[in-house]
């Protein structure tokens, strides 16, 4: 097998070493957040009435919340959250806001070459809203509208950023080795694609922390640390429960994305795949200009296994990715947010990225859950009789596509029938995931068989392209 550039050009062991000495593990985004935006809100206790319950406090259910109180002015809608609002991947991921409702465009003409067109205007008006929402609300969540850099860190992939940018799509910009290194100084650079407007980057947590502002501010009423059990549709709308109280609305919506579904049909649709992120501490103005990267696009390099990083607002790098770890038995479990050896990895990979950047610490080192489904990409449908709806398994690219996931939601309990319910996406549910054993044989495999096209080339073997012939596979 061959190596990856990660392999061949290791920077010294002292140098990652030290620069993990004194990370903690917690999520930069969390720890950046305000007081005054993580109110302590209170847990459901009796018995409520409202016209819309949502059970979830990520961004799907916010967005859903914050959308329902635009459509239907004056209607009760309570969001029910097991923990704090923004705590699972709303509040951890790695900021990128991208247009693509289908992760990327590939897998969505893999899947529906028909609706692609449509898809992607949706796409970049459902990305133009988020970016409007800042303004339109009074919301801050540091969205820049920066594009993307995709790097060919290997010599197969120039091939593929030659093909990408021959299909000419608007905004898409071939970078040579020579401009891609004068955007971003990595050695590691053969050749770049910047797709300059369908990303902007955002800080995470304050978008959940101020979507659930701005949804109490209109009245939208949202209760923290009270898991809910039960789903209750005898009577005739539908009663949601935790321990020590309930809702009782005409509709629902779920929003539990890759926890266990309160619906049974929905258990085996996700599984989670653990991805860690590492945060820099803030790059001093000469560590910056070493490494230009005066555009501030999110950086995602091309591997199977791929790396993205992106600037904060105080010029701090995020790098996450690489490893994407199952666990047999699909549970979210804290316990697999903590991995050395991957934090380790990381580090390495970051200073090969960036040689010129020895020395720099990491402050905060995290992990979290991947929504994967086997479309990669989110499904929706309703249950009940039309009275419960449900989007989840955005498979690590739900930032943007959660607010179109919200809109989506409220057409199908409206009933309304529109471009978006036409979408096949939107009316065909993708396969589950096998119950176990199967499911950990098969993704383990899957992912052996990516890592080892990343060391050959990007050659994929036979279970690889059987997989892709299926529509199948996995990605994080
Ligand atoms: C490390 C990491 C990096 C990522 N990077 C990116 C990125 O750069 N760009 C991108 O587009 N996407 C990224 N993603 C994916 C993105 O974060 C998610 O797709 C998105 O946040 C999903 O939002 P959500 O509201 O559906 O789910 P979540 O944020 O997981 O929210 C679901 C909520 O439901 C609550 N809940 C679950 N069950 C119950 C219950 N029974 N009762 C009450 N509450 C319940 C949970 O407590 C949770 O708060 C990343 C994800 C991770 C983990």
Known sequence: MGTTVFERQRPPASVVEHSLAQSVHSVFWRDDLPRTLMPDRPALVGTHRADL????????????ALLASERHPGAKIAVIEAQRVGWAASGRNG?????????????GMARWPDDMPLLERLGMANLDAIQASEAQYG???QFERTGQLAPAVEPHEVDWLKEWAAEGAEGVRYLDQAEAQASVHSPTYLAAVWEKDACGIVHPARMA???ARVCEERGVEIFERSHVTGLDTSGPGVAVATGDGRV??????LATNVFPSLLKRNRLMTVPVYDYVLMTEPLTAEQLASIGWQDRQGIGDLANQFHYYRLSRDNRILFGGYDAIYHYGRRVDPAYEHRPETWQKLASHFFTTFPQLHGVRFTHRWAGAIDTSTQFTAFFGTAREGRVAYAAGFTGLGVGSTRFAGEVMLDLL???SNERTELEMVRRRPLPFPPEPAAAIGINATRWSLDRADHNRGKRNLLLKTLDALGLGFDS
């Open 53 to 64: 319950v949502i059970v979830g406090g990520g961004y799907t259910g916010l967005w859903t």
């Open 95 to 107: 900021g990128f806001c991208e247009a693509s409702l289908t992760h990327g465009h590939e897998n």
């Open 139 to 141: 919301m801050d969540f």
């Open 209 to 211: 922390a101020e979507l």
């Open 248 to 253: 009782i609305a005409s509709h629902a919506v």
């Open 414 to 416: 409206d009933g309304v």
